[in-house]
């Protein structure tokens, strides 16, 4: 809790982030005719689409197929440790996982979060903060996808639980990097090639709510945001502080 002097806090978190119709197809060049056409990301539509100019001695026959999916879930352990001076840290991270023909999953990310009312002397009617998060997640190495967010952060507490609303910004990018290796009559072996482009998220003002329980040593979180993106995310999480040196 930001109101212990200092605490240690381990648990679990999980979001859900929807995906938008952007990120679900993109444009590439056939290899066999070199012919342009629209076709499934790892996580658009899960139709099969032929490849330009395919011919029976040709291999493969069809681009690789999206996983369809309408929402990434994503869980992962957190700690975080505070609060020296009003700051608290969290890191997120998620060791590569095998996840089938993705190859496998893994995140990386920081979270740093200060407490403005802890720096007046006189008890504010609500608590004012600041926050900046960084986020990486790597779907193989096909997807990987950066987000950057800050914050300012306003809390009321009502008995164990901590009501909050947030408005910042939010930025995030997406590089996809496809490889395709076919066998190529004319030249009598096979070849290789790599479609790489970036796609910047729905990026913009951040806004969300959401609230905290608490007991001594333990906290559930619940929250959503509503821009620039919606998703919600739940947490959970075991501790314990002390509020006082003496």
């Known amino acids: 809790s930001m109101k212990d002097l200092f605490s240690v806090d ?10 938008p119709s ?13 012919a342009l056409q629209t076709v499934s990301t790892v996580v658009g539509p899960s139709t ?18 999206g996983f369809d999916l309408g929402i990434i879930p994503v869980v992962f352990p957190q700690a975080s440790i505070g609060n020296l001076l009003g700051t608290r840290l969290t890191i997120r991270a998620l060791p590569k996982i095998k996840t089938g023909d993705l190859g496998y999953i893994s995140l990386f990310g920081l979270g740093l979060q200060h407490s403005i009312s802890e720096d007046f002397a006189k008890v504010l009617p609500l608590d004012f903060g600041v926050g900046f998060a960084f986020q990486n997640l790597n779907l193989g190495d096909i997807v990987s996808a950066n987000s950057y967010t800050v914050c300012g952060i306003v809390s009321k507490r009502v008995w164990k639980i901590n009501f909050y609303s947030l408005l910042g910004f939010d930025y995030s990018k997406m590089k996809f990097n496809y ?3 076919y066998y190529d009559p ?61």
């Open 186 to 246: 004319l030249l009598g072996r096979n070849n290789t090639t790599t479609a790489i482009f970036e796609s910047e998220g729905k990026n913009g003002f951040k806004l969300g709510v959401g609230g905290s329980a608490e007991t001594r040593f333990a906290r559930f979180n619940a929250g959503m945001t509503f821009l620039p993106k919606f998703c919600f995310n739940l947490s959970m999480g075991v501790g314990a502080g002390i509020s006082k040196l003496f």
């Open 179 to 181: 490889s395709t290796t």
């Open 22 to 34: 952007s990120d679900k197809q993109f444009m590439v060049y056939s290899p066999y005719n070199g």
């Open 48 to 65: 099969q689409i032929e490849m330009g100019g395919y011919q029976s001695q040709y291999n493969p026959q069809y681009y690789p197929k």
């Open 10 to 19: 381990v648990g679990i978190s999980a979001v859900f982030m929807p995906v």
